[in-house]
């Protein structure tokens, strides 16, 4: 079973930028789609961002197109998620996630199975 780990959250201004990463441990990192999802307060949870297990493939939710940009590290077991051109409305927790089986394209759909205990975003208008 994988484990996961977030970190880089916190409070920025709007029209600031954050880095989120999220370090894997237990299995072979590199043979697993990853992906970001975010849940506000009062929200459900909604996909961010997926990449590939090979990291040549992306997928993001329309409302962070051209603002954020997911990749990964295979040597370090770790993906980012870049943030720029915050809003108020990024606010949420932000949980990343891995995926159920081996290869996966990140895709919304995708089968996620692994979940990190999530970081704070909160963008100050």
């Known amino acids: 079973q994988v484990q996961l780990v977030e970190s880089g959250g916190g409070l920025v201004q709007a029209g600031g930028s954050l880095r989120l990463s999220c370090v894997a441990s237990?299995?072979?990192?590199?043979?697993?789609?990853m992906g970001w999802f975010r849940q506000a307060p009062g929200k459900e949870r909604e996909f961010v961002a997926g990449?590939?297990?090979?990291?040549?493939?992306?997928y993001y939710a329309d409302s962070v197109k051209g603002r954020f940009s997911i990749f990964r590290n295979n040597a370090k077991n770790t993906v980012y998620l870049q943030m720029n051109s915050l809003k108020p409305e990024d606010t949420a927790v932000y949980y990343c996630?891995?995926?159920?089986?081996?290869?996966?394209?990140?895709?919304?759909?995708?089968?996620?199975?692994?979940w990190g205990q999530g970081t704070q975003v909160t963008v100050s208008s």
């Open positions: 237990g299995r072979t990192f590199s043979s697993y789609a």
């Open positions: 990449i590939s297990w090979n990291g040549a493939s992306t």
């Open positions: 996630a891995a995926g159920s089986r081996t290869g996966g394209s990140g895709s919304p759909g995708s089968n996620f199975g692994s």
